[in-house]
């Protein structure tokens, strides 16, 4: 059984960092992309960003040039740097993850990040 299992969450003031770690257990396979997706409240999840197994990297545009993305996926690991948060960041982030060949995709529990203004 595939678990994700998210931390690094937080509360943070606007312009502050948080780094949010998602390692995967019971993976057997192997690892298409894993990325990071997040769900306001009233608002749609929506696309924060992913990595693939071949490294190409996708962010909204939202975050680019303030989040970064990386991967061990030797280790089913995905990691999110993020920095100069804003209020609007505040959101439960969840972990994504696409096996290959199947593409069958695995979510997290999720993990808060709140920022004040």
């Known amino acids: 059984q595939v678990q994700l299992v998210e931390s690094g969450g937080g509360l943070v003031q606007a312009g502050g960092s948080l780094s949010l770690s998602c390692v995967a257990a019971?993976?057997?396979?192997?690892?298409?992309?894993m990325g990071w997706y997040r769900q306001a409240p009233g608002k749609q999840r929506e696309l924060v960003a992913v990595?693939?197994?071949?490294?190409?990297?996708n962010y909204a545009n939202s975050v680019k040039g303030r989040f970064a993305i990386s991967r061990d996926f030797a280790k089913g690991t995905v990691y999110l740097q993020m920095n100069s948060l804003k209020p609007e960041d505040t959101a439960v982030y969840y972990c994504?993850?696409?096996?290959?060949?199947?593409?069958?995709?695995?979510w997290g529990q999720g993990t808060q990040v709140t920022v004040s203004s």
């Open positions: 994504n993850l696409e096996a290959a060949y199947t593409r069958q995709n695995y």
């Open positions: 019971g993976t057997d396979f192997s690892i298409a992309a």
């Open positions: 990595i693939t197994s071949g490294s190409r990297t």
